[in-house]
């Protein structure tokens, strides 16, 4: 009996490493959707130059992008910090099939943003005001 679900357990595992990829280009896909769907009609502002002194120029703080945290991984990640509080990197890592240290960037911004909170050595969400 054993043996039978040893057996199913690494065809359920093996085939989890076939769909990961197509699930990645999935994400993608939604998030380039989404922020698609974002953009409006009308014309765009005259865009400002886009040099390297942005910030002496008192513009943002010179990142691009998203705010980190703030994609289908930071959501991800949230969602797990909550269902199983005092989670650490590694477990969250092989829940959601990516590497660590990308959790080591994303984590941080959601400290920032003031979604959860390192104690010891887990994750923990912090509370709604």
């Known amino acids: 009996m ?3 679900l040893e057996e199913k357990k690494r065809e359920i595992e093996a085939r989890m490493s076939e769909l990961r990829p197509m699930v990645e280009e999935y994400e993608r896909l939604a998030a380039a959707a989404r922020a698609l769907d974002g953009l409006d009609a009308t014309p765009a502002e005259p865009s400002r130059s886009r040099g390297r002194s942005s910030r002496s120029n008192g513009g943002s703080s010179g990142r691009r992008g998203r705010p980190k945290g703030s994609g289908t991984r930071g959501t991800q990640a949230l969602d797990l910090v909550k269902a199983n509080p005092g989670i650490g990197i590694p477990e969250l890592a092989e829940k959601m099939g ?3 240290n990308y959790l ?3 984590l941080p911004g959601l400290e920032q ?3 959860v909170e390192k104690r010891d050595r887990g994750w923990y969400a912090k509370e709604a005001a």
């Open 2 to 4: 054993t043996d039978f």
């Open 98 to 100: 990516i590497k660590q």
């Open 104 to 106: 080591y960037r994303v």
């Open 113 to 115: 943003d003031g979604l």
